[in-house]
């Protein structure tokens, strides 16, 4: 069992920057690809960013290449997203999440491949 806790969302000018920050306790973290996902209102979930157990290997998608940056640091469980240039379309509840071992393909994007969640920080980026 992995718990998450997001934390770092607010309110935002348009071109403004945010960090966001996922905790996780229980079980070992750093075994764990962890993935960044948003949803708006109205829209499905989807996803944002992911980081591999051994900070190798990053995703991101189109959407916030270039404008976001997702790191972890495994000595205090936690990972990051840095975002930055935020835009109005970036609005959404920002959720982290585990993706266990034996999904070990590049595609993060797939949210029926994690396993625990946290309940989400509300990010709300204004023109």
Known sequence: ???LVESGGGLVQAGGSLRLSCAA???TFSAYAIGWFRQAPGKEREIVAGISWS???TYYANSVKGRFTISRDN???TVYLQMN???PEDTGI???AVRPPRYSGSDYS???QYAYWGQGTQV???S
């Open 1 to 3: 069992q992995v718990q």
């Open 25 to 27: 306790s229980g079980r």
């Open 55 to 57: 900070d190798v290997y």
């Open 75 to 77: 000595a205090r469980n």
């Open 85 to 87: 240039s935020l835009k």
């Open 94 to 96: 920002y959720y982290c």
């Open 110 to 112: 797939d949210p029926t």
């Open 124 to 126: 709300t980026v204004s």
